[in-house]
Antibody, heavy 115, light 111 residues
C-alpha cells in the first residue's frame, strides 16, 4: 500500500520560503508524477505542480515564478519550495501521486504564514 | 485555466439519489474522458471516488457513479447514506501547462 507523508514547518514568516517534504513508502516513484496541491482554510483545492519521474516539472502558471519541486529518488522523497510567501499562501498542503487522477494522497500539513 | 463550476451545495434524504454537476469547457472537461471525483470529509485528505469519468477504484461503493456529456461531468450518489455527507470535488485532466483543473467543490448534506 502506497503511503505519502508531508513534513515541514507549520509556521513561515511573510516574504520567506516555505519548504515541505513528502516521503513516499510502499511503492516506487517511477512511472507516476508527484504533485503538490493546497487548500486554503474553508476553500477549494488548487494544484501547485508536479515532478515527473523522468525528470520534468510542470507548475501552475499562477505560482510558477515562486515554485520549485525537486525529488530525491534515493530517499523516496520529493520537496516543495514556495518563495516570497504572503498570508494568501496559508493553506493545508497535500502531496499526491497522479497519472490522470490523484490516487494516493498524504494526510496534509497546515502551513500558516504569519510574523 | 479557470476552476470548474460545481453547485455550492446539494442535499438529500437517506436512501435518495443526488447528482452533482461539474461544468468546464471544451479545453478541459470536454477534451478528454479524464474527469475524476474526490470525497473529502472534514479535516481529512481527499479520497478518489471516480476516475476516467465513470470508473471506480477498488473499494469504492457502487452507489457512486459518474458520467459526462459535452463539457459537463456528473457524479451520482444513489441510496444516500449519512456517511456520504462530505465535500466533493471534480477534477479534469487537461494536459498542457495546467494539466489538472479542480472544481469549486460541492457540500453534500444528508438531511
Amino acid at each position: 500500500q502506497v503511503q505519502l507523508q508531508e513534513s515541514g514547518p507549520g509556521l513561515v514568516k511573510p516574504s520567506e520560503t516555505l519548504s515541505l517534504t513528502c516521503t513516499v513508502s510502499g511503492g516506487s516513484m517511477t512511472t507516476y508524477n508527484w504533485n503538490w496541491i493546497r487548500q486554503p482554510p474553508g476553500k477549494g483545492l488548487e494544484w501547485i505542480g508536479y515532478f515527473y519521474y523522468s525528470g520534468g516539472t510542470n507548475y501552475n502558471p499562477s505560482l510558477k515564478s515562486r515554485v520549485t519541486i525537486s525529488v530525491d529518488m534515493s530517499q523516496n522523497q520529493f520537496s516543495l519550495k514556495l518563495s516570497s510567501v504572503t498570508a494568501a499562501d496559508t493553506a493545508v498542503y497535500y502531496c499526491a501521486r497522479a497519472t490522470d487522477n490523484f490516487d494516493y494522497w498524504g494526510q496534509g500539513t497546515l502551513v500558516t504564514v504569519s510574523s | 485555466q479557470s476552476a470548474l463550476t460545481q453547485p455550492a451545495s446539494v442535499s438529500g434524504s437517506p436512501g435518495q439519489s443526488i447528482t452533482i454537476s461539474c461544468t468546464g469547457t471544451s479545453s478541459d472537461v470536454g477534451s478528454y474522458n479524464l474527469v475524476s471525483w474526490y470525497q473529502q470529509h472534514p479535516v481529512k485528505a481527499p479520497k478518489l471516488m471516480i476516475y476516467e469519468v465513470s470508473k471506480r477504484p477498488s473499494g469504492v461503493s457502487d452507489r457512486f457513479s459518474g458520467s459526462k456529456s459535452g463539457n459537463t461531468a456528473s457524479l451520482t450518489i444513489s441510496g444516500l447514506q449519512a456517511e456520504d455527507e462530505a465535500d466533493y470535488y471534480c477534477c479534469a485532466y487537461a494536459g498542457g501547462s495546467t494539466p489538472y483543473v479542480f472544481g469549486t467543490g460541492t457540500k453534500v448534506t444528508v438531511l
